[in-house]
């Protein structure tokens, strides 16, 4: 069984291995259950002769059985198929709406903003943030002279926007006069512009 | 492996938005077209089934491939880059339910930010009821960064939501936290700085059990993108 | 004897708790299943009351010859159809919904982790028919052979089944790859 499995997209066995964990069980359901079962009357034994009467050979059904099985099996089928959620739009429809929702209306010009940065012994600096996919020779800063102050202007969509300069490729800063960016977890602060929209 | 659509979307706007706007040269090289190749499988998959999960809830995609790049660029290894990820979907998800289907990308960024920090569900859903049509994202930004700098918690959050039912705007919070900071960097114990500051903020508009009138007209500012 | 028949004899004889302890051995693995199959919990937890009902209903009609577990089966696998196909056009597929959301916090437990809602939700595209053939297969690790005698459908119509249900799980992943 598990040679079949190995011979499987590697996709589609992550998505089997992903289903075969244990789901959580409600306990309230299986004491519901286990109370249901006590109400019921004892089961009873098959007579012999009867079980040896009923002992299926193959699996055969009346004609009219076998109709009404394909019949339930096709209705299934069509119904499984269709997938509708609750307000009648299927699962791709919903997903587009909800991303719409999602991207909400921002002014539409971009603004140019300056980011600044004193730092006289580094060799070069850049900036990184969500606006440039977070890569490091995407955005290099200039430096103004001997005081050592970096610059650059980027155009960011007015609202809110992470951030974090880089020393010398490496070494990532965050911006001594902004607000810092609640833990990212990798270690490193960063920071967060919140950009203003054109004024009316 | 074919591109990433989703992820050059944004991207191919912050291209043509740089042309028009004639700004700045910051161009994308061709390689960055599929950013999240450079993820092991294992990793990726995970990445994706939380970007597929997002998506179907109406949650903000390009925020979990941002989380996913810059634990890339940091150089994290796959697994906490998917630890990562899920708290940022788990914190977006918990921020969809305390604000509402109306609340903004930028809110739901902020309030996962903010709930990441401590902040709890039923805090945010307060902030929720008592808006008003203004935006929570930059109280939110300030209170997370608070906290994160060494305000208690309970100090900040209450500040942040007195200063907020106050009618506070978006310049009280910024400059607000302008103060608190240079506070903090002068030695002064943050929760101190923290009500010492927000002394200086003015109510505005009508008496807190109205909804608060909106913010007076704006002065004019540089490009300093922390107005 | 197996101890599943053995226990079967017992409660025949009488004795309910018996039948107490084979509910417990299959239960989380029925469960899991019916969950797989139908893709949410109310619908599961009708599936398994129900086919665990009629089980000890028809707990006379049981072969010793026949692997109990099998039999269960057969059982638990009619039932998930019959509840699917009740189901009709109510929003049963499993996506978390927003008013759950938006509400105070799941009172029931949760499923736990975006993997298993990804993983449901896949499962939950496939159609009923390849998806049942694709659980018993490669979740449930059953034989083709057994498989027949659950569903009562031809062995090599299953691997068919079971065929197309990886082809489409294939497909879709090749379509989260290029969105």
């Given at each position: 069984?598990s040679?079949?499995?190995?011979?499987?997209?590697p996709?589609?066995q992550?998505?089997a291995?992903?289903a075969?964990?244990?789901v959580?069980?409600?306990p309230?359901?299986r004491r519901?259950?286990l109370e249901a079962?006590h109400a019921e009357?004892?089961?009873r034994?098959?007579?012999?002769a009867l079980?040896?009467v009923?002992?299926?050979?193959a699996i055969?059904?009346p004609p009219?059985?076998?109709?009404?099985?394909?019949?339930g099996?096709?209705?299934?089928?069509?119904?499984?198929g269709?997938?509708i959620n609750?307000?009648g739009?299927r699962?791709?429809?919903?997903?587009?709406?909800?991303d719409?929702s999602?991207?909400l209306p921002?002014s539409?010009?971009?603004?140019?903003?300056?980011?600044?940065?004193v730092?006289?012994?580094?060799a070069?600096?850049?900036?990184v943030?969500d606006?440039?996919?977070?890569?490091?020779?995407?955005?290099?800063?200039?430096?103004?002279?001997?005081d050592?102050?970096w610059t650059?202007f980027?155009?960011?969509?007015?609202g809110?926007h992470?951030?974090s300069f880089?020393?010398?490729?490496?070494?990532?800063?965050?911006?001594?006069?902004?607000p810092?960016?609640?833990?990212?977890g990798y270690?490193?602060?960063?920071?967060?512009?919140?950009?203003r929209?054109?004024?009316s | 492996?074919?591109?990433?659509r989703?992820t050059?979307?944004?991207?191919t706007?912050?291209?043509?938005?740089?042309?028009?706007?004639?700004?700045?040269?910051s161009?994308l090289?061709a390689?960055?077209?599929?950013p999240?190749?450079?993820?092991?499988?294992a990793t990726?998959?995970?990445?994706?089934v939380?970007l597929d999960?997002?998506?179907?809830?109406?949650?903000?995609?390009?925020v979990?491939?941002s989380?996913?790049?810059?634990?890339i660029?940091?150089?994290?290894?796959?697994?906490?880059?998917?630890?990562?990820?899920r708290?940022?979907?788990?914190?977006?998800?918990d921020?969809r339910?305390?604000?509402?289907l109306s609340?903004?990308?930028d809110?739901?960024t902020a309030?996962?930010?903010?709930?990441r920090?401590?902040?709890?569900n039923?805090?945010?859903?307060?902030?929720?009821?008592?808006?008003?049509?203004k935006?929570?994202?930059?109280p939110?930004?300030?209170?997370?960064?608070?906290?994160?700098?060494?305000?208690?918690?309970?100090?900040?959050?209450?500040?942040?939501f007195?200063?907020?039912?106050?009618?506070?705007a978006?310049?009280?919070?910024l400059?607000?936290?302008?103060?608190?900071?240079?506070?903090?960097?002068?030695g002064t114990a943050?929760g101190?700085a923290?009500l010492n500051r927000?002394r200086?903020i003015?109510?505005?508009?009508s008496?807190p059990a109205?909804?608060?009138?909106?913010?007076?007209?704006?002065?004019?500012?540089?490009?300093n993108?922390n107005? | 004897m197996?101890?599943?028949a053995?226990?079967v004899q017992?409660?025949l004889?009488?004795?309910v708790?018996?039948?107490?302890r084979l509910?417990d051995?299959?239960?989380?693995?029925c469960?899991?299943f019916?969950v797989r199959?139908?893709?949410?919990?109310?619908?599961?937890?009708d599936a398994?009351q129900?086919?665990?009902?009629?089980?000890?209903?028809s707990l006379?009609?049981y072969?010793?010859?026949?692997?109990?577990s099998?039999?269960?089966?057969?059982?638990?696998v009619?039932q998930?159809?019959?509840?699917?196909?009740?189901r009709?056009?109510r929003?049963r597929?499993?996506?978390?919904?927003?008013a759950v959301?938006l509400?105070a916090?799941d009172?029931r437990p949760?499923w736990?982790g975006e993997?298993?809602?990804?993983?449901?939700?896949?499962?939950?595209?496939l159609?009923?028919?390849?998806?049942?053939a694709f659980?018993?297969?490669?979740?449930?690790?059953?034989s083709?052979?057994?498989?027949?005698?659950?569903?009562?459908?031809?062995?090599s119509?299953?691997?068919?089944?079971?065929?197309?249900?990886?082809?489409?799980?294939?497909?879709?992943w090749?379509r989260?790859?290029?969105?």
């Amino acid at each position: 069984m598990s040679d079949e499995l190995q011979s499987l997209d590697p996709y589609v066995q992550w998505i089997a291995s992903e289903a075969r964990r244990p789901v959580a069980v409600d306990p309230a359901a299986r004491r519901r259950l286990l109370e249901a079962i006590h109400a019921e009357p004892l089961p009873r034994r098959e007579s012999r002769a009867l079980r040896w009467v009923l002992r299926p050979r193959a699996i055969v059904l009346p004609p009219l059985a076998t109709a009404a099985l394909a019949a339930g099996l096709v209705a299934f089928g069509v119904l499984g198929g269709m997938a509708i959620n609750r307000d009648g739009r299927r699962p791709t429809d919903q997903r587009h709406a909800e991303d719409a929702s999602s991207r909400l209306p921002v002014s539409l010009m971009p603004r140019a903003v300056k980011f600044e940065l004193v730092a006289p012994k580094a060799a070069r600096v850049s900036l990184v943030g969500d606006f440039n996919g977070w890569d490091t020779a995407a955005t290099p800063m200039t430096s103004q002279g001997a005081d050592g102050t970096w610059t650059v202007f980027v155009p960011l969509q007015p609202g809110l926007h992470t951030y974090s300069f880089v020393i010398d490729g490496t070494h990532f800063l965050a911006d001594p006069s902004a607000p810092v960016a609640p833990d990212d977890g990798y270690g490193h602060q960063s920071s967060v512009v919140v950009v203003r929209g054109s004024a009316s | 492996m074919s591109a990433l659509r989703r992820t050059i979307g944004p991207l191919t706007l912050l291209l043509a938005s740089a042309a028009s706007a004639a700004a700045q040269d910051s161009v994308l090289p061709a390689r960055e077209l599929d950013p999240l190749a450079r993820l092991n499988v294992a990793t990726r998959y995970s990445v994706e089934v939380m970007l597929d999960s997002a998506k179907m809830l109406g949650l903000p995609t390009r925020v979990l491939e941002s989380t996913a790049l810059e634990g890339i660029a940091k150089r994290a290894d796959g697994r906490r880059i998917v630890t990562q990820v899920r708290l940022v979907f788990r914190s977006l998800r918990d921020a969809r339910a305390a604000l509402g289907l109306s609340a903004s990308t930028d809110e739901l960024t902020a309030a996962a930010g903010a709930l990441r920090v401590g902040i709890t569900n039923a805090e945010l859903s307060y902030l929720a009821r008592t808006r008003h049509e203004k935006q929570l994202t930059v109280p939110l930004v300030v209170l997370a960064d608070l906290v994160t700098r060494g305000v208690p918690r309970d100090t900040a959050s209450q500040t942040i939501f007195q200063l907020w039912q106050r009618g506070a705007a978006d310049d009280d919070f910024l400059g607000l936290w302008r103060g608190v900071e240079r506070d903090i960097v002068s030695g002064t114990a943050p929760g101190v700085a923290l009500l010492n500051r927000a002394r200086e903020i003015p109510t505005r508009g009508s008496p807190p059990a109205a909804p608060p009138a909106a913010p007076g007209a704006r002065p004019e500012r540089s490009e300093n993108p922390n107005l | 004897m197996s101890s599943d028949a053995a226990d079967v004899q017992r409660v025949l004889n009488g004795d309910v708790d018996a039948f107490a302890r084979l509910v417990d051995r299959y239960y989380e693995r029925c469960a899991r299943f019916a969950v797989r199959m139908l893709g949410n919990r109310d619908d599961a937890e009708d599936a398994l009351q129900a086919t665990f009902l009629r089980a000890y209903r028809s707990l006379g009609k049981y072969q010793e010859r026949d692997k109990f577990s099998a039999w269960l089966y057969r059982i638990l696998v009619n039932q998930c159809r019959s509840i699917a196909a009740r189901r009709n056009q109510r929003d049963r597929v499993f996506v978390r919904e927003e008013a759950v959301l938006l509400n105070a916090p799941d009172r029931r437990p949760t499923w736990t982790g975006e993997d298993e809602e990804f993983v449901q939700r896949v499962l939950a595209e496939l159609d009923p028919l390849l998806r049942e053939a694709f659980l018993l297969k490669y979740v449930e690790e059953m034989s083709y052979e057994e498989m027949s005698a659950q569903t009562g459908v031809g062995v090599s119509a299953l691997k068919m089944r079971v065929k197309r249900a990886c082809d489409r799980l294939r497909a879709r992943w090749e379509r989260i790859k290029d969105e």
